[in-house]
């Protein structure tokens, strides 16, 4: 009996050692750097590092793009502001007559220039008007008045 038992020892201590072969093999090959787990895990360790970076830049350029746009958006609101501003005292200016110069003109039945026009009035009576390329609307219906 102990000649089978110190028999079955035996297989089984060869057993475990070849179980052990196996399996230090697979460890090595698992951690080898060009084809296993191990290299997998390298390129990817080296591919977070570069999306990190790339990460990092893109924030600071929209961070950098924020800052200007509320600046540019800052400066337009200030000026609508002015502009609204200019528009509404523009409502308080006085009519004014028209110069000397273009009433003795328009007694004298002088030609218009190239910018002006000739209006009519009930009088017929030629009124040479001064009218520059980009009239605004307010000046065209004083005119009319």
């Known amino acids: 009996m102990e000649l089978i038992a110190d028999i079955l020892m035996i297989c089984g201590t060869f057993s475990v050692a070849i179980y052990c072969m196996v399996l230090s093999r697979r460890l090595r090959s698992f951690t080898n750097l060009e084809k296993g787990m191990g290299g997998a895990i390298a390129v990817l360790s080296v591919q977070v590092d570069d999306m990190t970076k790339t990460l990092t830049i893109a924030?600071?350029?929209a961070s950098g793009s924020a800052v200007r746009l509320q600046d540019l958006n800052q400066k337009s609101e200030q000026t609508a502001k002015r502009l609204e501003l200019l528009i509404a005292s523009m409502h308080d200016l006085p009519d004014v007559a028209p110069p000397?110069?273009?009433?003795?003109?328009?007694t004298a039945h002088v030609?218009?220039?190239a910018d002006e026009t000739v209006t009519q009035s009930g009088d017929d009576s030629g009124q040479v008007v001064s009218e520059a390329f980009f009239s605004s609307r307010r000046a065209r219906m004083e005119a009319a008045e």
């Open 59 to 61: 924030q600071k350029s």
């Open 100 to 106: 000397p110069m273009v009433q003795a003109a328009a």
């Open 111 to 113: 030609a218009p220039r």
